[in-house]
């Protein structure tokens, strides 16, 4: 670093510093700690921070100006304001990727967000049984709908289908071995891979088959005396095409039967419905599984269920009755919000129509073309008007094109599903310097660049998403047309780190955990 100030400038620069009382004293911050806008510790913190950063670099010879009152006020206020902005907080997700593992996979149904407040604004009978006036079991509040739904004798829900897997393995096979074709070993996101589970449960892992295929013979030659469980994975995130061999489900059932090793699948996403009525591919059913004779199912709450984060487990009574007895079912127990949520989303599945229409996961799913493109004209309609209104329609390119979007979170792989987008250039300003704005607003958009132009598919946005998108496009258009925003075009192509590229995200299932 080259020093740009001499000693003397610099005992003239360090005088010029305001002392920290004549900056919390300075009215602008007297009024915020008047209405109770901002604690008192914060701003101080933050006046602090600010004049040390401005000594250091009078100390490093970065500073020449005398600095002023106002410049450390702009800063330790633009400070403030930055740390009382909530670090968890919603955004609106125009990707199509409906089940978005980094934007929260699942928007909660209506009745779902009702349920966990009601349940977290006062006391709850989580553990406790209002007939019998006794304590209860926080499980009974959604293990009897599960069974409902599915046909199982017997449910447990814990906090996400990782902990649902583990949880199986540890009660049903640590110390024994568990086989496992060699074509199942499934990565989700890389935290949750199979044999890391598998290793973690205390269980020893037996391959058998190859990557491409495996017959119901290298099952029944693996099985010995210490084999504690037959294990399926759902490979929810990939396809195996091709010259390929999995064993069916009931054949599997049917061995384990014969030779008294129980048979656990884990299905990922687990689905209630058969979505091919709705013109989606067919996923294997959660009740499918239990018919075929499984002994457990596991699945997770926040993928097609479209509930909040928690995973299933469900089959055979004695089983279940064993995993609810290991200590970790109690590590890995749900919060009273999330068995509310849990509880009221399932309840929606008592009616196929009612589910699909309340649950927002399983609505964006099964959004027709012609609806997609009734939104889309909609979006594109109020995008114009707000473009003009804030002068800049001439400058605005807004076209309504057809898109495909993706199911995402690991679920129906390979899926395209038809959409609508529309599409936004502006003449001055690069598609990824807008996409850097948009993410900057309020409530930050997320939207994918794609040939130059920012694309937002409607598939993810409900309709208080389209007036939220609305209203936050007025804001970041008014800054653009009074250029009173630097939009660093060149900084934002050039230091977009790619992981949190929405578009690399959409074509790469991996990084959607
Ligand atoms: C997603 C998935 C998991 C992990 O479920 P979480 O709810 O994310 O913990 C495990 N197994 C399979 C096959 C999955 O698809």
């Not at 009221?344 to 129509?353: F, G, M, V």
Request: charged share 20%.
């Amino acid at each position: 670093m080259t020093v740009s100030n001499t000693p003397t400038d610099r005992s003239a620069l360090y005088r010029s510093l305001p002392n920290i009382d004549e900056v919390l004293g300075a009215p602008a911050i007297a009024r915020l700690l008047q209405t109770g806008e901002a604690p008192r510790a914060l701003l101080l913190r933050c006046a602090r921070a600010e004049l040390d950063a401005l000594r250091a670099d009078i100390a490093q010879g970065r500073r020449t100006d005398p600095v002023e009152l106002d410049e450390v006020l702009t800063r330790a206020l633009a400070a403030a304001h930055a740390a009382q902005q909530p670090s968890l907080r919603r955004v609106i997700n125009a990707t199509g990727i409906v089940i978005h593992t980094n934007l929260g996979r699942s928007v909660l149904a209506r009745a779902a967000l009702e349920a966990a407040v009601s349940a977290s604004q006062g006391y709850a009978n989580l553990e406790y049984d209002i007939a019998a006036g006794k304590r209860g079991s926080r499980t009974d509040h959604v293990e009897a709908l599960i069974c409902e739904l599915t046909g199982a004798e017997a449910a447990l829900a814990v906090n996400n289908n990782a902990a649902a897997v583990l949880l199986t393995l540890a009660a049903l096979a640590a110390g024994k071995k568990t086989i496992v074709s060699r074509g199942q070993l499934v990565e989700i996101g890389g935290s949750f891979r199979i044999p890391d589970v598998m290793a973690a449960s205390g269980t020893v892992m037996v391959e058998v088959g190859t990557t491409n295929k495996t017959h119901l013979s290298d099952y029944a030659h693996a099985i010995g005396e210490r084999t504690g469980l037959l294990f399926k994975a759902h490979t929810s995130n990939y396809q195996l095409v091709g010259f390929t061999e999995e064993v069916a489900l009931s054949d599997l059932v049917a061995l384990g039967a014969e030779r008294e090793v129980p048979v656990v699948e884990d299905l990922g996403s687990g689905v209630l419905l058969d979505l091919s009525a709705w013109g989606l591919p067919a996923e294997p059913t959660v009740q499918a599984s239990l018919a075929a004779g499984v002994d457990v199912v596991t699945f997770s709450g926040d993928k097609l269920l479209g509930g909040p984060q928690a995973g299933i487990i469900c089959g055979k009574r004695a089983v279940i009755a064993r995993l609810r007895r290991h200590p970790l079912a109690r590590a890995l127990r749900l919060d009273k919000m999330t068995l509310a949520a849990l509880e009221a989303t399932l309840r929606l599945y008592r009616d196929p129509d009612v589910a699909v229409s309340a649950i927002p996961t399983l609505r964006a799913l099964t959004l027709t073309p012609e609806l997609c493109r009734q939104q889309a004209e909609r979006l594109a309609a109020t995008v114009r008007q707000v473009a003009d209104a804030s002068g800049l329609g001439e400058e605005l390119r807004v076209e309504v094109e057809d898109e495909m979007s993706l199911a995402g979170g690991g679920s129906l792989p390979g899926t395209e599903i038809p959409t609508t987008v529309v599409a936004l250039s502006a003449g001055r300003t690069s598609a990824a310097a807008l996409e850097t704005a948009l993410r900057a607003l309020p409530t930050p958009v997320i939207a994918r660049v794609h040939e130059k132009r920012l694309l937002f598919d409607v598939r993810t946005l409900t309709d208080s998403d389209i007036e939220l998108l609305a209203s936050e496009l007025a804001t970041l258009f008014a800054e653009l047309a009074n250029s009173s925003v630097m939009l660093r075009e060149v900084a934002a192509s050039s230091q977009k780190d790619e992981s949190l590229d929405p578009a690399a995200d959409a074509r790469d299932d991996s990084r959607l955990k």
